[in-house]
């Protein structure tokens, strides 16, 4: 079993919908959470950083980590065709190292 | 520079073949990290610098794998004896110190075929 399990999709949701993406983790060491975005044939570029358990928004955006069911979520609100891409949950064990756990990824896509 | 940058984008080699892949991280960024991504995966942790050295090589798949790091600054990749399962992208990441609440800028990538 993965350490991050994260449901690869993909979801098609229309223009303006609410989207929910999620993902579970085994290690309740983790205490750093984000969520990148990975547009085609490009790095991943960070889009949410949480610590610990919490709410954190940003704009159209936000994520939530519930460590004691060991879930996070990223919320995208008025959803836009621009948001299509692959988005990748992220964890860090530890402050002392960047290395991170990645989720699969799930690939969105937003139609007009 | 302005961001990460890795060569060369794509390669294509013959089973057998080294390779070496090469990330240009951001200027002043002392840790650096090299993942894979392989198809319909997530990324794959491979290796963690803290200026030139590595104090986490435990994703390193096997001893095919190595990577070095000069001047605290630019790294190499090395895969000897390429094996089709060692097809993937290749991604590099840069932060400013290393520690776990910091932003990883990631390069473009370098996209290994291996026939």
């Known amino acids: 079993q993965k350490e991050v399990e994260q449901d690869p999709g993909p979801l098609s949701v229309p223009e303006g919908a609410i989207v929910s993406l999620n993902c579970t983790y085994s290690n309740s060491a983790f205490q750093y959470f984000m969520w990148y975005r990975q547009y085609s044939r490009k790095g991943p570029e960070l889009l949410m950083y949480t610590y610990s358990s919490g709410n954190k928004e940003d704009g159209r955006f936000t994520a939530q980590v519930d460590k004691s069911s060991k879930y996070i979520s990223l919320f995208i609100r008025d959803s836009q065709p621009s948001d299509s891409a692959t988005y990748l949950c992220a964890m860090s064990p530890s402050s002392n190292t960047g290395k991170l756990i990645f989720g699969q990824g799930t690939t969105l896509q937003v139609k007009p | ?36 991504q392989s198809l319909g995966q997530g990324l794959e942790f491979l290796i963690y610098f803290q200026g030139n050295s590595a104090p986490d090589k435990s994703g390193l798949p ?34 400013r110190t290393g520690t776990g609440q910091e932003t990883q800028y990631f390069g473009p990538g370098t996209r290994l075929l291996v026939l």
Do not use: M
């Open chain 2, 1 to 36: 520079g302005a961001g990460v940058s890795q060569s060369p984008s794509n390669k294509v080699t013959e089973k057998g073949k080294d390779v070496e892949l090469r990330c240009d991280p951001i200027s002043g960024h002392t840790a650096l990290y090299w993942y894979r």
């Open chain 2, 62 to 95: 096997s001893d095919r794998f190595s990577a070095e790091r000069t001047g605290g600054s630019v790294s190499t990749l090395t895969i000897q004896r390429t094996q089709q399962e060692d097809s993937a992208v290749y991604l590099c990441a840069s932060s």
